[in-house]
């Protein structure tokens, strides 16, 4: 009797379990560091299409910097800083889809920790992770 509402039940709960989007992994190398971000797919897909023959990217460098210095409040360890870096590259297994990598220092102290960024062509900007070096 309770064998049907509980298989619905389970039913419903485990569509849920499998709608989860795991987001894509980038793993990107500027001046021999390995920079590693996680960005939504969904972000990512809603992005144009875009190749270096088809003339000027949708976003410009200026752009990727205006959108960094928007959302440096979401990330207040950028507020003091300015660019030191920047590549444009596609995104890997993804090659129609490009991104910028963006590396920022601090302003004012010479010795500051440097911040890696990636921003999207839509003006979408992610964390970048640097990884630690190896202890030798």
Known sequence: MLSRPLFLVFLFFSHNLYAYEAPLEII??????????????????????WQPTDGVPPLTINGALKAIKKQA???????????????LKPIPRHEQHWHYIVKMKSKHNTKSQTHYVIVLMDGKVYPGLKEPEMLK
Do not use: G, H, Q
């Open 28 to 49: 990107e190398y500027m001046d021999n560091t390995k920079i590693i971000a996680f960005i939504d797919e969904a972000d990512m897909n809603k992005t144009k299409d």
């Open 73 to 87: 409040s979401a990330y207040p360890e950028l507020e003091d800083t300015v660019l030191s870096e920047i590549e």
